[in-house]
């Protein structure tokens, strides 16, 4: 919206031109969605307190947990207010990205609030059913998949791009690129939901990859940079580094309230809604490789998972004492902020390493 403002007064005035370059949008998207976050926030955790929407705790988890009894969850709600605000102020409402990502976004963001509000509202603690809730996940994500798929018009937009190798691009055809995209986008959704179980553990490490792939959206959709980088050009892709910018900026503010201890948690809401954005934009920039490098925290802890439920099913015996695995560190002693630094760094390594394939190619 003001992207088509500052576009009409650039006729009249050519200073305003200088919003045209996506590098300032980013940076004033996610100015916008913290500035949003920060003003709302307050009055939102005051009214999910107000309504009771706290936050239930395992009996089996660690003890010290239970002090979280209560504290308000769902506020995921509010990130994705923040970003659905920002994106429509500061993106370019003609790009079909820009679009395809956020309605993507906000479609699993709904999942997860049913989820929530059915655990926190009418006390069903189950919420949605596994079942109902990975086939509204599938179905969101293959409309959106198939659609990148069925419009692509450049061999690169359904090429599998491997890091490190300029030369080996492995074309994926209309049905690979569905197949991948699927559990890209499903898959990435509940790794972040799986993650979201101690105080900022999942939002930083969220933060630090919206903040990286803003990066290669911005080089993917750049014709000279994409060229010189050894990267696919993507016509367009440069727009969903505003939407990062957005998801990242949101993302710190909401942190200012769910560090340790939480005044709020971000519930399925958010975490599903993130983990299905950053699956999202790795998916149109054709990093899916990257993404799964930088999201390691975030793959390390589904595995914790599926080993910890196929051990048990097949052997009687669990591998973890707790998982996912952010607990079993919790169990063996680790302090909650322990954890939950340690993770962020080994995050930040990881995204470091990621950003080095814009190079090392």
């Known amino acids: 919206m003001l992207l088509e403002l500052f576009q009409w007064l650039a006729t009249k005035e050519r200073a305003f031109n200088v919003f045209n370059y996506i590098t300032l949008r980013v940076v004033l998207a996610a100015l916008t969605s913290l500035a949003i976050s920060f003003i709302v926030g307050p009055s939102m955790i005051r009214r999910l307190t107000a309504y009771k929407i706290g936050q239930s705790v395992r009996d089996d988890g660690p003890q010290t947990h239970l002090i979280k009894m209560g504290t308000p969850t769902m506020g995921g709600a509010l990130i994705l207010v923040a970003v659905a605000v920002t994106t429509l102020l500061w993106a370019d409402l003609q790009n079909r990205y820009v679009w395809i990502a956020l309605l993507t976004t906000l479609g699993f963001g709904a999942v997860g609030w049913v989820d929530d509000w059915r655990k926190v509202v009418h006390r069903n603690p189950k919420g949605l059913s596994a079942k109902a809730k990975i086939c509204w996940q599938s179905v969101i994500a293959i409309a959106a998949v198939v659609y990148l798929a069925y419009s692509a018009k450049l061999p690169q937009q ?71 980088l050894a990267f696919p050009y993507i016509p367009g892709a440069g727009e969903l580094a505003v939407f990062c910018g957005a998801i990242a900026g949101a993302g710190l503010a909401f942190l200012w309230f769910n560090a340790y201890p939480a005044e709020v948690f971000m519930g399925d809401v958010g975490a599903l809604a993130l983990g299905a954005a950053l699956g999202m934009v790795a998916l149109v920039v054709r990093q899916e490789i990257v993404l799964l490098i930088m999201g390691g925290v975030f793959v390390v802890e589904t595995l914790s998972v599926m080993i910890q439920v196929a051990s048990f099913k097949l052997t009687g015996k669990r591998v973890f004492r707790m998982a996912p695995l952010h607990h079993h560190y919790e169990l063996k002693g680790w302090k909650e902020n322990q954890v939950v630094v340690r993770f962020w760094i080994i995050t930040m390594m990881l995204v470091l390493f990621g950003l080095s394939t814009l190079k090392l190619r």
């Open 158 to 228: 359904t090429e599998l791009i491997v890091p490190f190798f300029k030369t080996i691009a492995i074309p994926l055809g209309a049905v690979g690129f569905v197949i991948l995209g699927y559990f890209v986008v499903v898959g990435t959704s509940n790794a972040v939901n799986l993650t979201d179980g101690l105080d900022g553990l999942a939002i930083m490490p969220t933060v630090m990859i919206a903040s990286a792939l803003a990066v290669f959206a911005y080089v993917t959709g750049h014709a000279g940079f994409s060229r010189y």
